[in-house]
């Protein structure tokens, strides 16, 4: 049976709805831009907006390079109410006066989470026990052991204290749930905390600059509309090297002396001058340049941003 769609590799920058799980998000997007294929380069919440890269086509094969990068979030977090859930669509568990706190005391309880800590993954999460996802065991009322990962907080900086709720702006290593931050910091606080607002602003070099909606793509009516405000492949991994080829040379073969400078992967562009079409990443062994890996089909309507 063929595929729906078009064999398109390219990039959409995603600014997320809330109340919308991110598979839903990229699968409109998919149909939008009649797309065969789609994926993104890590989950968002369904409450929490935002940021969300989708890969459409052979660019999927970049995604794990978002995938380990770091994150940068803006959340509204709520004092003196804890919830099932952490955030603002679970069940209200407990509540605590929050009287006498004040913004520097809320401050230097976040500031003790900078650097390298362990969290424990809520139970409303995607991973997974047994084949089955936690939120699902959690739903049924259910709870299981989960072990302490160790993840980094980069940067943390709380404002906006209003006497029950603040602003904390965040960039954090991969695996780092701001929920659980969230409801760390209250517990420290003695009041409990839960996320009332969360927005990823940041996943790696990529920022909501330039960021779509799903409103926004609708209003474009067309599929060559929707694909015409798209970014080519190369766009997760930008911060690569750049290395041309003539198309008369074979990478697999070329000669090392060339590329003498290079000490990791590069991206790769096939050149038919003046065109140079991104054609994939090349990586390296030793002195010798190997193989390359996650080649592309080229396609000219999406020309790198070289």
Do not use: W
């Amino acid at each position: 049976m063929a595929k729906k769609g078009d064999p398109i590799s390219a990039v959409l920058l995603l600014d997320k709805d809330g109340g919308l799980s991110s598979n839903a998000a990229v699968q409109i997007a998919r149909r939008l831009a009649n797309a065969q294929k789609a994926g993104h380069t890590g989950t968002l919440d369904p409450m929490a907006t935002g940021l969300l890269p989708v890969c459409f086509g052979d660019a999927t094969k970049f995604s794990a390079d978002l995938l380990n990068a770091e994150k940068g979030y803006e959340a509204r977090v709520k004092l003196g109410v804890t919830t099932n859930t952490g955030d603002a669509d679970g069940e209200v568990t407990g509540t605590a006066p929050t009287e006498g706190i004040t913004l520097d005391m809320i401050r230097e309880a976040a500031l003790s989470f900078l650097g390298e800590i362990e969290q424990i993954p809520p139970m409303y999460s995607a991973l997974k026990k047994d084949g089955v996802c936690l939120y699902h065991i959690a739903r049924k009322g259910g709870t299981v052991e989960r072990e302490p990962r160790r993840v980094r907080i980069l940067e943390i900086e709380v404002s906006d204290f209003d006497g029950a709720s603040f602003t904390m702006k965040t960039l954090v290593s991969k695996g780092t749930y701001i929920r659980v931050l969230a409801e760390d910091i209250g517990r420290k606080l003695g009041c409990g905390a839960h996320l009332t607002a969360l927005r990823r602003t940041r996943v790696g070099h990529l920022t909501l600059e330039g960021a779509l909606t799903l409103e926004n793509l609708r209003a474009l009516a067309t599929p060559e509309a929707v694909r015409a405000k798209l970014s080519p492949a190369d766009t997760l991994i930008t911060k690569l090297p750049r290395v041309i080829f003539r198309l008369r040379m074979k990478p697999a073969s070329c000669s090392a002396s060339a590329l003498r400078s290079a000490s990791g992967p590069l991206r790769v562009f096939a050149s038919t001058a003046p065109v140079r079409d991104f054609s994939g990443r090349l990586r390296f062994q030793t002195a010798a340049c190997s193989s390359p890996n996650d080649l592309l089909h080229i396609d000219p309507k999406f020309p790198s941003k070289h």
